[in-house]
């Protein structure tokens, strides 16, 4: 099992970035797909899942200027809207068994939920 983050980058406040998640090893079809982030001194959060039948759950913090996508193939998409300073932080995605989005919006996004991850991107906003 791999995954490859990229997309990363520096934009300025109010900016878009699309960050993108290669996976192979593994059939996206059984397994839900999840984007983390963490910035420097925080905990590793949980900002978007979609899962196998592309049922999607977004926290508060990211819901209406997120939005994860399966492109087809095996790459996972995180486009991200309306940036903010707050949101600088390097990404994540993350592969664990196949939880419906019903799941996440009662338990929440959480690292024990997901067993493969991998290498993070970093995502700076500032102007």
């Known amino acids: 099992v791999q995954l490859q983050a990229s997309g990363g980058g520096l934009v300025q406040p109010g900016g878009s970035l699309r960050l993108s998640c290669e996976a192979s090893g593994f059939d996206l079809d059984y397994h839900a797909i999840g984007w983390f982030r963490q910035a420097p001194g925080k905990e590793r959060e949980g900002i978007a899942v979609i899962a196998s039948d592309r049922s999607t759950y977004y926290p508060p913090s990211v819901k209406g200027r997120f939005t994860v996508s399966r492109d087809g193939g095996h790459t996972v998409s995180l486009q991200m809207n309306t940036l903010e300073p707050e949101d600088t932080a390097i990404y994540y995605c993350?592969?664990?068994?196949?939880?419906?989005?019903?799941?996440?919006?009662?338990?929440?996004?959480?690292?024990?939920?997901?067993?493969?991850w991998g290498q993070g991107t970093q995502v700076t906003v500032s102007s």
């Open positions: 993350a592969t664990g068994i196949n939880l419906k989005a019903a799941y996440y919006r009662d338990a929440g996004i959480k690292v024990s939920q997901f067993t493969y």
